[in-house]
């Protein structure tokens, strides 16, 4: 039988939109597979061990509670996770967890607050929200063959890539990255971070499939596929969206 | 000549936003914010002008205003208080200008000497540049429609800096709740806290909620608790720098039941302690009835005529309501955030007969354009009880979005019914409930106003501005 572990990053700091959804989603679509799955969280002041967990899931929060989690970040975790990052564990970082990932963030007060820096970007902080439902288009989802994620962003740091990251999908509706350059989220070996919650994985089960397979893969070298699984809802959930926000 | 034109424009605005109001409410619709609108347009300082022939009562806070507000209603009528209220939660400031301008007559004599005002938490910073309320009670903060105000804190900053400006204001707070408490701090107001004693409650293991506010205010410690009612509200203490829980003036020492119909509790003030029953179910209402309370004992009435508000209220503006159909019957409850949703779903568990549920999600803007907070909604109860609900039924904007979160919690797919017609789900639904059974409609702030018009067609609801 196939175990995987996910480790749910500060889930009592970073947990404002829904991201329980994400989890949730995760979990259930291995059990229904017939696959172990555990949940495991590991918040401020618990060490993070990298060769524990298959995939590590890190969410939004309020700013207020991003500052706390900084230094226990820095301090405690920082090696450990570049270690994960480079040893291609799955990692799926939304909104907060996705800007911490980078190398800094840069406030609205000029402010630079060094981030981990395990993935090439950064984040300037911008005067106005970025709020609103995001429809972007992603290239290779083999379980999702249209290629468009679904989802709502709500963020007002600015994130531009650099050398070696690439993003993760071109904005069909809403904002993304930065709402200048057309780009939303980022890639870097199994790294997957977006913007988009709402909650993502759910109504997105291609992308959820495809985190689930690179974990399978990276710890189980004969794992091929994973068998289909009746998707109507959450289908029809996804393409009332696509519909509603692009006309297609 | 100015004052003379400025006068004239009073009078205009006056007139047109009643001229409004008539009209509206001929043609049925009950509009209740565009009257407050073109006279604001014309007349911005009407409100001032207004507000000032008022003892004014407010009510703001994220969750339970309403409810709130109603109890307090109810205590004004048992003390034969003439007042006028802004009932149908017209709540932004051209609501609030409707409610004003229904009550003065075209001399600006006002018919009512109290007003009481329940006040959106994001449009209360701007009310307290107009109005100057005698009383504020701030219920709670939870987490709230985050696209429209930005995030719990700036709304908690907000409601700080309107209350800065109202130093003569009797501050109405709830010590169990971290941020709501704050507000009480360093101010020059006179204020009256309440809560609930450490007191035994039912077992309650619906859901891990996430905690909106578990880090301290102050300086972002981890709080502790040495109780804890429900989410982040409790006995809360900094263990870094000692910011907790204030002395509550006001408590509930005992609750003797809570039933899917009411609650029985034991308040104790100053000036002794009663037992009254509620009319409401759930903890949450226990909490609203707390601050009526509070805003009884601070305005001197007796217990006798609290107890009996209390015990004979009417449920607000779709809060709780029921409509009879003979055996059988419709229960709507507006629901609007994970907290009182996860409430809600408590409320379920503890009706004994079967029942049918259907959830009505729409994501306009007064629903919240981001329906992310469903799954921080803990729907795995109603997995437990699905053998005693004969379908659930989802509708409105998003109801693809709540068939994913219900399969998720674990509720069979086939008993999952989506229909975006509500006249075809109501003919549905009500196929599925047997006689002595209920069918729960629980829909979003638009989703609700919608289903009230066709409730209202079928089975004569009154209406809603009255």
Redesign the interface.
Known sequence: MYQISICHLYPDLLNLYGDHGNIQALRKRMEWRGIDVSVHSVSLGEPFDPEAHDIVFIGGGQDYEQDILLNDLLNQKKEALFHAVEGETVFLCICGGYQLMGRYIKTGSGREMECLGALNHWTISGDKRLIGNLVFSVEGLKQQPDGYIVGFENHSGKTYLGEGVTPLGKVVHGFGNNGEDGYEGARYKNVYCTYSHGSLLPKNPGLADELITLALKRKYPDFVSLQPLNDSLETNARISLIKRFTRK | MKKIIHHIRLYIALFIAKGAIFFLRLSGSGGTSLPGKLALAIYPDILTVLARKYRIIMVTGTNGKTTTSRMIEQILKENRIDYIANKSGANLLSGLTTTLISDVKMNLKSRSHTALLEVDEAAFRLSSKYMHPAVLVVTNFF?DQ??RF????ATLNAVRDGISRLPDTTLILNADDSLCASLGKEVPNSVIYYGMNKLELPADDTWVE??DA??CLYC?A?YEYLFRSYSHLGHFICPQCGYSRPEALIQVDKILSLSGEFSRAIFYTPSGSFTAQINLPGLYNVYNALAAVSFSEALGFSHEKTIEALSCFESGFGRMESISLGEKSIQVILIKNPTGFNQVLSFLKTVENPAAISFIINDKLADG????????VGFEALAEIQDKISRFFVSGIRA??M???L??AGIF?DH?T?EKDYGNMLDDALEHVNSGETLYILPTYTAMLDIRKILKKRFHLKNFWQ
């Open positions: 987490r985050l696209d930005g995030e719990l804190y996430s905690q578990s880090y972002k981890k354009t981001d329906i992310s907070w469903l799954w921080d693809e979005d068939a994913v979160r399969k998720y797919t999952i989506v």
